[in-house]
């Protein structure tokens, strides 16, 4: 799928959960946690075997060594070749974290939320095929998830001023009146959703942030003048 390049801002909106809801919620972090984590599990293995790669090590140490800027994306481009062949593409990691949805996950989690996670991690798996270590998410450190499109798993319903996750719907902390910038911020068009866990106290509180298109609106500050 190609990324958008469309400018946008982020706008964030506090979500209210009722027990159910709260648990829900919980769930499905906790659920990307532990896919992720057997994602690293898997990369891991992977990574060791690119790492006796004879070729790989060799293109490994000219792109290290190397001080011209259009040679060093040549051997580049070696290594993610390298790469691609022990299955470490974002597309590889996109078709691993499917497998396991469906193996232990379905019904659980949207797909477009399994790849948003898996491409997290092969953010991280890009550095690591340059030598840098891959690391497991510890217990609950999970702060977000989110989809890739508007229109499935996390959608907001501008009618109701809604937000349906996983099938489940949740109502939003209603918008003040004398919130004129978010209140305009709203009219725009919603390119995407990501929800965001913080702690609160010896529990935590849910937000949902839209991925909006276009500019922002502008801020006024009340001042002297007319």
Known sequence: MAKSTTQSFVVTRRIITGKRGYDKLNKIERITERMYNAGVRHCIKQLDELKKDVWYKYCLGQFFACRDEKESKQWSREIFICAAAYQLTEYDLHAYFGRGKASGYEGGIGINIVQKTATALYSAV????????????????????????????IIYKPETDTVTVCGTVFNLKPVRESDIWLQEAMKHKVKYCRIIREPFGIHYRFFLQLVIEGIPPQKHTVGAGT
């Open 126 to 153: 890009k550095k690591a095929i340059f030598g840098k270590k891959i690391h497991f998410r510890k217990y609950e450190e999970t702060f977000s998830f989110e989809d890739k499109k508007a229109a499935s798993g």
